[in-house]
């Protein structure tokens, strides 16, 4: 179940050079998103205050990206404005998968992802407002399932 990690450095201005780690999404886990109704979401403000929505439309565009639709989101996309982090907790009992999936998040409201997810979710649920696009590049994946690997990182 563990899959290789890619790892690459980011310029950033506080710091000279940061390390992030990419995660892949495994083959368990792409098939637990078929099985969810509603995915937790979890950002936090700059200042370290916390939010949790539940989200219907999450999509997985490759191991790596994961394509979150904002219908009705306000203090989520404001928490991540202004802070480009989140976290989606994953559960399905049915095939015992149970983890959370952090990442980096880039808001969209144009371009060639945005228009893609748009007509694709309109094809789905043609009212649906579909504001914007937010795409999470998986950087981590934890084990949520109870057990002695409880915690750890899965890639």
């Known amino acids: 179940m563990l899959n290789r990690q890619i790892v690459f450095f980011l310029f950033n201005r506080k710091h000279r050079h940061q390390v992030y780690h990419m995660a892949k999404l495994t083959s368990d886990l792409k098939q637990a998103f078929n099985n969810i109704k509603l995915f937790p979401l979890a950002t936090s403000s700059d ?15 490759n191991d790596d990206e994961l394509w979150i639709i904002d219908n009705f989101m306000s203090k989520t996309l404001k928490n991540m404005t202004q802070n480009p982090q989140a976290a989606l907790y994953v559960y399905a009992s049915d095939i015992n998968v149970c ?43 934890y084990q949520c399932a109870p057990g002695i690997y409880a915690g750890e990182r899965i890639c």
Request: proline share 7%; aromatic share 6%.
């Open 47 to 61: 200042t370290g205050i916390p939010n949790v929505v539940p989200v219907k439309f999450v999509f997985i565009e």
């Open 99 to 141: 983890c959370q999936i952090k990442g980096n998040v880039s808001i969209q409201t144009s371009g060639n992802k945005y228009d893609r997810m748009r007509n694709n979710i309109h094809k789905i649920l043609p009212d649906a407002p579909a504001k914007s696009l937010v795409v999470m590049n998986v950087t981590d994946i």
